[in-house]
């Protein structure tokens, strides 16, 4: 291991001591960060407001360090991105710390940095779990016409501040693939282009120093799992931007894990990978990482669905195809919960994608869902009903009167619609997911809301 991979494995060990329990989950508010901020004043950082969202949401910065390089970092201004405002808050908790864990690591970023983290940029597009803000503008498409509060605020607070580095946290779409495998993107990293020539100068090439540094301890703590962004110039955006302003800009982008659909294990990855920047650009040594292996990162595919039922006999064109279902978070009224809903994306030869599950449905044959008419039936929904006893009759859909959505959120398998809205449950991208795959027996699978129930 080398010295980086050794401090990135040590700073991994020790997050679950310093991990902000209360944000265990993505769908956390403006309310729910206040607390915490609190708390880090309490504890010995400088909080102050720096403005107010469009909606009157108090935006912060939290300031720590005693050094002569300024840092900063920046989250959620898409406000459904939330994975780096869990991290920061964990890497304030270890900044904050006052215990022996790592205590030079600590004293060496504070004594040589002066950090400034702005978590949540976006407090009302986290309100509604949205990328957009309140007026439904894409803040990342606001750095020259600032038209919005909080793409002034960002501007004010980089003007003030002049850091060397600029930290750009994001999330990207769980669908992100390293290209020609399975795995998936967990992080995406670039260093935005500051022209359309993409030239390289010092700024930016320190920027990509320190990505290369971020992916060597991930080569060591979490291989094979990172993408990089493609670095056409978007004029339009704050990396691009802040990197023409003379500040080394790195986005870095939260993707997909298997398994880990609240991002917890992302989180810990970003707490690791980041402080460990931090503790370099404290000591200089950023400049020790090439360029070249920045180079070396593949370039981010998006060839990942949900779901890939494959080799699936299809009556009417006699030849086996794949389905891709991808299954969309629905967000609840209060917006602190989700169902998912399965919609199918694509069929035909999906040989070149990929699956989070995949599933073998070789010698079965496509079956249409039967639409059972629940609105003549009294009583409590499923009140006496074996689930299983309608699927294995092919019956995958229940049509309501009064249709509640509070329903989608109980783990029935059926797909449950509202009479009135007349849908079509065909194969066809777009469409809903009910079907079934029989055999010469009979029914074997359902296949409900994207997934695949043996019957
Ligand atoms: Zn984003």
Not at 336 to 341: P, R, V
Not at 372 to 400: A, H, Q, R, T
Request: charged share 25%.
């Amino acid at each position: 291991m080398t010295a980086n991979q050794t401090l990135g494995r040590k700073l991994y060990e020790v997050h679950p001591q310093y991990k902000e329990e209360s944000l265990n989950h993505r769908r956390f508010k403006h309310q729910d960060i206040l607390p915490l901020l609190e708390h880090c004043k309490e504890k010995g950082a400088t909080i102050s407001t720096l403005g107010h969202s469009i909606e009157d949401r108090s935006i912060h910065e939290v300031k720590m360090g005693s050094g002569s390089k300024n840092v900063m970092l920046w989250t959620q201004m898409h406000g459904d991105e939330p994975t780096s405002t869990m991290a920061v808050f964990d890497m304030l908790h270890f900044l904050l710390a006052k215990d022996e864990a790592l205590k030079n690591v600590r004293e060496t970023i504070l004594n040589n940095l002066e950090l400034c983290f702005i978590p949540m940029l976006n407090p009302d597009g986290v309100e509604r779990f949205q990328r957009r803000n309140a007026a439904e503008i894409d803040l990342n498409r606001d750095a020259l016409k600032l038209a919005c509060p909080e793409s002034r605020i960002l501007k004010a607070a980089h003007q003030k501040n002049k850091p060397i580095f600029g930290f750009n946290l994001h999330d990207q779409s769980k669908y992100y693939n390293v290209p020609g495998t399975n795995q998936t993107a967990s992080h995406s990293f670039l260093a935005p282009a500051y022209d359309y020539d993409k030239n390289i100068n010092t700024v930016r090439k320190a920027a990509m120093q320190g990505i290369a540094l971020m992916q060597e301890i991930l080569d060591e703590l979490h291989p094979n799992q990172s993408g990089r962004y493609n670095d056409d110039f978007e004029p339009r955006a704050f990396g691009d931007n802040i990197q023409s302003w003379g500040t080394s800009t790195i986005l870095v982008e939260a993707g997909g894990l298997r398994n880990d659909p609240e991002k917890q294990e992302i989180r810990r990855l970003h707490f690791s990978i980041l402080l460990s920047l931090l503790y370099n650009i404290a000591v200089d040594g950023v400049k020790d990482n090439e360029v070249d292996q920045y180079w070396a990162i593949p370039e981010n595919d998006r060839k990942l669905n949900d779901l890939i039922i494959r080799g699936v006999q299809f009556p009417s064109i006699d030849h086996p195809i794949d389905i891709s279902i991808n299954k969309e978070e629905v967000d609840s009224e209060d917006g602190k919960s989700f169902y998912l809903e399965g919609l199918i994306e694509d069929l035909g030869d999906l040989s070149t994608f990929f699956g989070y599950e995949e599933f073998d449905a070789n010698g079965l044959t496509y079956e249409a869902a039967k639409i059972y008419d629940y609105s003549l039936v009294s009583g409590p929904i499923m009140e006496g009903i074996n689930p299983k006893e309608y699927l294995k009759e092919g019956i995958g859909v229940l049509e309501m009167d009064n249709f509640d959505l509070k329903l989608k959120l109980k783990s029935i398998p059926f797909l449950i619609v509202d009479k009135n809205e007349n849908l079509d449950f065909s194969l066809k991208p777009g469409n809903k997911c009910a079907f079934f795959l029989k055999d010469e027996v009979g029914i074997k699978f359902a296949v409900i809301n994207g997934n695949v129930i043996p019957l």
